[in-house]
Nanobody
Framework: QVQLVESGGGSVQAGGSLKLSCAGS????????MGWYRQTPGNPGKKREW????????????YYADSVKGRFTISRDKSENMLYLQMNSLKIEDTAVYYC????????????WGQGTQVTVSS
């Protein structure tokens, strides 16, 4: 069974940093784009949104939502089947559950999802 397992979430004050990691297993993700999405629990009116996506190319290209551009950096290590998200200058509105995703990424869809990791930013 394909697995994506996130880690690195936690609580931090506004302005702080966190680095999320996602370990993929039981599947070769080399040919897939991978990305990070987030969703705010307890707010059913707000859909899961994409945060950042990185291409499958050897010279991987990162794409960012406007809300995180300049603050977040996505990267991947294909040899280790790992995906990362370095989050700097965190804001309260970044508080959400962050999900790792892989393959056929859409605005809110993907073939494979992790279980999510909570990020809480406080003032």
């Amino acid at each position: 069974q394909v697995q994506l397992v996130e880690s690195g979430g936690g609580s931090v004050q506004a302005g702080g940093s966190l680095k999320l990691s996602c370990a993929g297993s039981k599947y070769d993700f080399d040919g897939c784009a991978m990305g990070w999405y987030r969703q705010t629990p307890g707010n059913p009116g707000k859909k899961r949104e994409w945060v950042s996506i990185i291409s499958s190319r050897d010279r991987a290209i990162g794409y960012y939502a406007d809300s995180v551009k300049g603050r977040f950096t996505i990267s991947r290590d294909k040899s280790e089947n790992m995906l990362y998200l370095q989050m700097n200058s965190l804001k309260i509105e970044d508080t959400a559950v962050y999900y790792c995703a892989a393959c056929n990424l859409g605005d809110t869809t993907a073939d494979y999802w992790g279980q999510g990791t909570q990020v809480t930013v406080s003032s």
